[in-house]
């Protein structure tokens, strides 16, 4: 087992899904938290300047919007599942469905199916609004090495 995964192991057993991110500077820079609500995980994209992608509207770029996505099935799969390995995502469709606003940003993941080897993944983001999201994705990820 990875360093990261013992990382991973001790934040389920203290529950404390925020131990997650410590070790990895990328979440920071993003702005990405996690946050338990309602027996949800949630993955949370504090807004900032260097998020921005369009300045004249403003809106968030689609980039971020992917990051912050792939980041909460990645987690949700961590959180859920028993691994060893940090899931590799395969593959990502993103359905950008309306401009994010330069406020925080929402992520829900849900895991569809799991397999042996394989996860799919459903993600929904929000802003204001959670029956409004701004844009969703769909991933498979390899979940056990080969």
């Known amino acids: 087992m990875s360093d990261y ?6 934040a389920r057993a203290s529950d404390d899904c925020g131990r997650m991110l410590d070790a990895i500077p990328y979440m920071s820079f993003m702005g990405i938290t996690l946050r338990r609500s309602a027996g949800e995980l949630l993955t949370v994209m504090r807004f900032s300047d260097h998020l921005i992608g369009n300045p004249t509207l403003p809106a968030l770029h689609g980039g971020t919007l992917g990051a912050l996505m792939e980041s909460a099935a990645v987690f ?3 959180w859920r599942v028993d691994m060893t390995t940090v899931p590799k995502v395969i593959n990502i469709t993103v359905d950008y469905l309306r401009s994010g606003q330069p406020v925080d940003t929402y992520a829900k993941a849900k895991l569809s199916r799991q397999g042996r080897r394989v996860a799919n993944v459903s993600v929904q983001a929000w ?3 959670r029956e409004r ?10 979940i ?3």
């Open 144 to 146: 056990s090495p080969s």
């Open 5 to 10: 995964m013992k990382i991973v192991a001790e």
């Open 76 to 78: 949700e799969l961590m």
């Open 133 to 142: 999201p701004i844009a969703s994705a769909n991933l498979h990820c390899l």
């Open 127 to 129: 802003q204001d609004d």
